[in-house]
């Protein structure tokens, strides 16, 4: 086996390898604006410092959100094409997940993302494995009786200490926590989810309303 795994819902851009049991090559860069520049470099890099051939992978993780649209997409459809080009299943992991599995928490918390607009994108969790809310966007003030009391992980946990007062690292999610869940789910013969994106809201760019309409004298 042979994992590709790569998640850019975040600001950062991540690529891990994982052989099956261990994470043996990793890379993660944060830059919310370069995710199409810096993903395919990344990917590549680590092949080469792997010593692996990008024919070797078996099967591709990506990270599908929530996360917002621009920087979502480019992983999303980098994974697809990687499927497609080598003929091998694509996976999708919530973002929140690979979060809450890089925290090692073992009681109850919250993963909250930085959502902008002012809003997170947030859920809950038994245990660093286990999720026990469906990811949500909402306004920290409005979700903060949800939340109070509970330990926090995530960039929008440190954004809003006012709501998330016990947060802390990790502040974005890492490829090598996505590979290593989900090749601790297929071990045990866990069913992954689709590559679907998880918007939760529409796309900050919108097409402008009332053209004024110009036609030829």
């Known amino acids: 086996m042979l994992l590709l795994a790569l998640d850019t819902a975040t600001p950062a851009v991540t690529v891990a390898l994982h052989d099956g049991t261990d994470v043996i090559a990793s890379s993660s860069q944060v830059d919310a604006r370069r995710h199409g520049e810096l993903l395919l470099p990344a990917v590549d890099r680590l092949l080469t410092e792997a010593g692996r051939a990008l024919d070797a992978v078996t099967a591709v993780v990506v990270g599908v959100g929530p996360g917002p649209y621009t920087g979502l997409r480019v992983g999303l459809m980098t994974a697809d094409t990687f499927g497609l080009a080598l003929g091998v299943p694509v996976h999708g992991l919530c973002t929140l997940d690979g979060l809450a599995y890089a925290s090692d928490l073992s009681g109850p918390f919250v993963v909250a993302t930085d959502a902008r607009r002012k809003e997170v994108y947030w859920a809950r969790y038994d245990d660093s494995r286990t999720r026990v809310t469906e990811p949500a966007v909402d306004r920290p003030a409005d979700i903060a ?42 071990a045990a013969g866990e069913e992954l989810p689709a590559p679907r994106p998880l918007y939760l809201r529409r796309p900050d760019a919108q097409v402008p309303k009332n053209y004024k309409v110009v036609t030829p004298k």
């Open 145 to 186: 009786g949800q939340v109070a009391g509970l330990p926090a992980v995530g960039a929008g946990a440190l954004l809003y200490p006012d709501t998330f007062p016990n947060a802390h690292e990790p502040e974005h999610v890492s490829a090598a926590a996505l590979a290593s869940l989900a090749a601790e789910r297929l």
